[in-house]
């Protein structure tokens, strides 16, 4: 798909400009986010704008993936392409959440996008940590590759049973809602789109403040979903300085446009009705996938490898599920879970 500029071996380790580059460009558009916002702080963004930054953000990915196939190759460019459309699709799910908090603590269309913003700054330092680490440990350990599959199976099947009604009960409940309280001087007055007030004289966090740190705990969570899955669709054999800047990059161009995309569809999310089933289908995939070729090992041990795994996905005495595929089947099951909203929707 992106094999359309020639290109020369890719070195196997990423140079230090292109970090610096990659992070500069984030920044940049941060700022010009943050001053756009800015200018309209007194009021929600409104559906056009935020379309329009969808509309954005999708391209500068796209673009990026043509940048890398242009320097690193197309295989690299479609790895870029299928963990970002994976993060982005998980992402989704993730929003209902952020309704559910914001619902909960009474917090105005208005000051939800400050919140969001900060959000999405602590996310990109997680993702960071989270991905140097996770990509280090597995390279490592390589027992962890299919412990993380067989957490992403178990997530994927505890998805498809759970309860949308279940998921925006006990806020209050929450450990950080709990924790912030407990130790914090909290008050439930709004003081504006600020985190810290005073009150009688004494400092004291606002709800907005709560929020932030419900929303950044929220993303913790998702990211230990996360990160493994799209680690999951990447080739055990590529060099550990690839993993990292593939999965940062695709990770880092899915939440910047996540903003953008709560105003976007946060009013018309539960139309995709088929949408968890589809994300709990490619956890369970990607968790099988990231577990089968340590399972075959144990079999090949024994001799018995080409008993039981298909000849399709052995290469070179090795099982291996071509990079092509799993994108492919990711890519149709969210087309279809999509397309089956549409035909089939939710009825009121």
Known sequence: MFAVFPVAEAPLVIPGWAWAAFLGFIGLMLALDLGVFKKNSDQAPSFKEAVAWCVVWVSLAVGFAFLLSAWRGPEDAELFAGGYVLELALSVDNLFIFILVFAHFGIPERLQHRVLFWGILGAVAMRAVFIIVGVAAVDRF?????LFGAFLLFTGVK??????????????ENLIVRMTKKFLPVTSRLHGDAFWAKEDGRGVFTPLFVVLLVIEGTDLLFAVDSIPAVLGILPAEMAIEEKRFIAFTSNIFAIMGLRSMYFAISGFMHYFRFLKPALSFILVF???KMILPWAAGL???????????PAVLVHEGKVHVP?????SIIGFILALAVGLSVVFPKKK
């Not at 079999?299 to 795994?309: M, P, R, S, T, Y």
């Not at 990079?323 to 994108?327: A, D, N």
């Open 323 to 327: 990079t092509s595929v799993s994108l």
């Open 299 to 309: 079999g090949q041990a024994e001799g018995q490898l080409g008993g039981w795994v």
């Open 159 to 172: 998805m498809a049973f759970a309860h949308d009604e279940a998921e925006g009960k006990g806020v209050d």
């Open 142 to 146: 390589a027992l962890l590759l299919p």
């Open 286 to 288: 990607i968790g099988l």
